[in-house]
């Protein structure tokens, strides 16, 4: 990323909620593009990995071959935005997870899966988010995990009233438990934006 060049953010499209992802930054005056190779990675200045389903999403990075490179732009500093699934799939330690299933890692922390219960199956609610100025975020809640354990360089950014972690940051990388994207604001996705712009990373 050089001079005025917008930094090219990509959106990780194997499976999920990319097209609200991808839209949200379209707006946000970024190159975004929708990742499924290996080669889409060349030049990515950050990096969102939707919401979706982890276990899926875990089998098809794999399939596809972008599992270890993914590991590998993660650990050389990649800035990346994980929300719900992808906030499992940043996680490194995972709790109920299905049979077999692996995470990225990337992030110091445990996250239990479909952790609210089926009572809390979907919900919109109102979160201060460390970092975001003005009134609470709305965002919603979607069979979504919940943050079990933080390492020490892991810094909380939200939580819920009850003290539940729904929100994590260790450098480069920004996971949530909730959807940020589909309750039209974009205050999370402009947040990101100002770290893949400060880092000013490249993953050539
Ligand atoms: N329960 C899903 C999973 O395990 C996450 C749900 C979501 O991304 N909204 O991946």
Redesign the pocket.
């Known amino acids: 990323m050089a001079g005025n060049t917008p930094p090219r953010i990509g959106v990780l499209a194997l499976q999920?909620?990319v097209a609200e992802h991808t839209a949200l930054l379209g707006t946000l005056g970024v190159d975004v593009v929708d990742i499924r190779q290996v080669h889409q990675l060349e030049g990515l200045d950050g990096l969102v990995i939707?919401?979706?389903?982890?276990?899926?999403?875990d089998k098809l990075t794999r399939l596809f071959g972008l599992a270890k490179p993914l590991q590998a732009a993660i650990a050389r500093g990649l800035p990346v935005l994980g929300?719900?699934?992808?906030l499992?799939m940043l996680a490194q330690d995972l709790e109920d997870?299905i049979a077999g299933q692996q995470t990225l890692g990337g992030l110091d922390v445990s996250v239990r899966?479909?952790a609210f219960g089926s009572q809390v199956d979907s919900s919109e609610i109102e979160l201060h988010i460390e970092g975001i100025g003005g009134p609470p975020m709305a965002v919603a809640l979607?069979?979504?995990?919940l943050v079990t354990r933080v390492g020490k360089d892991v810094k909380v950014i939200a939580t819920l009233s009850d003290g539940s972690i729904v929100a994590v940051e260790q450098g480069s990388l920004i996971g949530v438990s909730f959807?940020p994207e589909i309750t039209g604001d974009d205050r999370l996705h402009r947040r990101f934006v100002e770290l893949v712009k400060n880092r000013q990373f490249s993953a050539q």
């Open positions: 999920g909620d939707p919401g979706g389903e982890s276990s899926v999403m929300t719900c699934a992808g499992i997870g899966r479909n979607i069979r979504a995990p959807h």
